[in-house]
Nanobody
Framework: QVQLAESGGGSVQDGGSLRLSCVASGSDFSLWGMGWFLQAPGKEREFVAGVSWHGIDVYADFVKGRFTISKNGTHNTVFLQMNALIPEDTAVYYC????????????????WGQGTQVTVSS
């Protein structure tokens, strides 16, 4: 059974940085894609960034140039480096895994961790 555990959230000022981590367990993820979504209060969960097993990354327009996604060498941990944070980035951030990057972008496999709260104050 796939399990995901996010960490690294917190409270920062406008313009600050945070680095989120997500450890995946329960399968061999070496050929899987991994990604991040956010969910703001009262809104739908939306795609933030994804990375394929061979390192192709994609981003939502609203984070391009500010956020960077990466994976570790064993492919079971995904990171999200978030710079130049703004109050609109405030949300719970979830990671997900799927067999393809296209499925990651859609959250198609409905695999989520418990989430980690990011709060950006002005």
């Amino acid at each position: 059974q796939v399990q995901l555990a996010e960490s690294g959230g917190g409270s920062v000022q406008d313009g600050g940085s945070l680095r989120l981590s997500c450890v995946a367990s329960g399968s061999d993820f070496s050929l899987w894609g991994m990604g991040w979504f956010l969910q703001a209060p009262g809104k739908e969960r939306e795609f933030v960034a994804g990375v394929s097993w061979h390192g192709i990354d994609v981003y939502a327009d609203f984070v391009k140039g500010r956020f960077t996604i990466s994976k570790n060498g064993t492919h079971n941990t995904v990171f999200l480096q978030m710079n130049a944070l703004i109050p609109e980035d405030t949300a719970v951030y979830y990671c997900t895994v799927a067999e393809t990057l296209a499925e990651v972008k859609k959250g198609a496999r409905d695999r989520w961790g418990q989430g980690t709260q990011v709060t950006v104050s002005s």
